[in-house]
């Protein structure tokens, strides 16, 4: 259960991001509104300097870094280099903030501290290796939505924390489907998914996450 000295603690984190940044923009959103309780961003990462998730992390004044994937043999070698540098930075807690590189050892090294979010009701589309929306259009799907949860030790949906459904309007495409669950349910859904795992309100218990009543 949360305790008096869990709500006082402060969580350092860092997010992995790439490309614009959009899911970061939450994070960094929610700090700005004071919506996440005992929290500090200490950095952002990304896998290129040009991505313009590292404008909004500098717009923000949060240290951002870039660990290049070309200069490491393999992927491997590149999550080990990411893993270190969370290490180094004391980071308690990893957000998965439109991440695009393998995690690898990152998962092993951060059990049960990576948050990340998936664009459908998981499972749903689980295997789904190309564009999920287009999937659940092509499917007929009436409801679709998004999951926030902790990476397992394959750096995919392990535990889930939280779910929101988005309803499928008959004029959609995959673009207007994507744009209205990424801002409807994934922005909200980890904002809310990393304020709990601040608050000491998320127990892991096997395979499920329970969510504690605020003290």
């Known amino acids: 259960m949360p305790t008096a000295e869990s709500e006082k603690r ?16 939450a994070i960094l959103d929610s700090m700005y509104f004071q919506e996440i309780p005992n929290f500090e961003l200490a950095a952002v990462i990304s896998p290129t300097r040009d991505a313009y998730a590292m404008t909004r992390a500098i717009n923000a004044g949060v240290p ?16 080990m280099a990411v893993a270190n540098k969370l290490r180094d930075m004391d980071i308690e ?9 393998p ?18 009701i998981y499972p ?3 295997d789904e290796e190309g564009d999920v929306h287009r999937a659940v259009l092509e499917r007929g799907v009436k409801v679709t939505g998004a999951t926030a949860y902790f990476a397992d030790g ?5 535990g889930i924390i939280l779910q929101k459904a988005v309803e499928v309007l008959p ?12 801002e409807e349910a994934e922005w909200k859904l980890l904002s809310r998914a990393v304020s709990l795992y601040c608050a000491g309100r998320l127990e892991i218990r096997g395979s499920r996450v329970v969510i504690h009543d605020a003290p």
């Open 124 to 126: 749903a589309f689980e």
């Open 171 to 182: 004029g959609d495409d995959p673009e207007s489907l994507r744009r209205r669950v990424t």
């Open 10 to 25: 402060v969580v350092r984190a860092a997010a992995l991001t790439a490309g614009d940044g959009s899911k970061l923009q």
């Open 64 to 79: 951002s870094f870039v660990v290049d994937p070309e200069l490491f043999p393999n992927m491997t070698s590149h999550s």
């Open 154 to 158: 394959d750096g995919r949906v392990g």
């Open 103 to 120: 995690l690898g050892v990152i998962p092993y090294q951060f059990k049960n501290r990576i948050i990340g979010t998936w664009p459908s």
């Open 93 to 101: 807690l990893v957000i998965l903030a439109g991440y695009d590189c």
